[in-house]
Antibody, heavy 123, light 110 residues
């Protein structure tokens, strides 16, 4: 059974940093493209970045709102995905989801989701 | 990148069919066959229901179907059931290795 468990969330001051982790199990993590999606309280979903598998180049891509502030990385030896968030703003307050991208479907979809972790940016 | 446009809410009686639209542009929905749909119950993580416009992942009932015409994709739920009451989001590849979600639609079973 695929499992994705996020950790590292919490309360952080505006301008601060936080690193989220996502522990993966139940599938071959090293072969998976991984993405992060967030959802602000009471709002819709927002894709915030993806990292390809190392065998596919390991490249990352981000949308404009987080580019230059957020960085995705992975440790395949630990089956763990990371999201480093710097220069946090109040509008970054959201539940953050770790997701496999196209592991059992196609690369254009997000097939397995973690339970999500809340990040609150507030003074 | 603007969010794809979905109706705020749709409703139907048990057994009826409802269709949710997802309108984008030629740079996203209209330009690629990478449209997916997600179901989200309150307090839960989203679940993939449709990928590549009209494909169903294993385990998703065939009551759920997807299609696309021009810049608008659609999700149809046939034979509506109480457990289908949830929020639904579309998503499309938007070029340059980016993805955009829809605004979300609340489905109510009357």
């Amino acid at each position: 059974e695929v499992q994705l468990v996020e950790s590292g969330g919490g309360l952080v001051n505006p301008g601060g940093s936080l690193r989220l982790s996502c522990a993966a199990s139940g599938f071959t993590f090293s072969n998976a493209w991984m993405s992060w999606v967030r959802q602000a309280p009471g709002k819709g979903l927002e894709w915030i970045g993806r990292m390809k598998s190392k065998t596919d180049g390991g490249s990352t891509d981000y949308p404009a709102p987080v580019k230059g502030r957020f960085t995705i990385s992975r440790d395949d030896s630990k089956n763990t995905l990371y999201l480093q968030m710097n220069s946090l703003k109040t509008e970054d307050t959201a539940v953050y989801y770790c997701i496999t991208q196209g592991y059992s479907t196609s690369k254009g979809s997000f097939d397995y989701w973690g339970q999500g972790i809340l990040v609150t940016v507030s003074s | 990148q603007s969010a794809l446009t979905q109706p705020r809410s749709v409703s139907g009686s048990p057994g009826q069919s409802v269709t949710i639209s997802c309108t984008g542009t030629s740079s996203d929905v209209g330009g690629y066959n990478y449209v997916s749909w997600y179901q989200q119950h309150p307090g839960k993580a989203p679940k993939l229901m449709i990928y590549d416009v009209g494909e169903r992942p294993s385990g998703v009932p065939d009551r759920f179907s997807g299609s696309k015409s021009g810049n608008t994709a659609s999700l149809t739920i046939s034979g509506l059931q109480a457990e289908d009451e949830a929020d639904y989001y579309c998503c499309s590849y938007a070029g340059s290795y980016t993805y955009v979600f829809g605004t979300g639609t609340e489905v109510t079973v009357l």
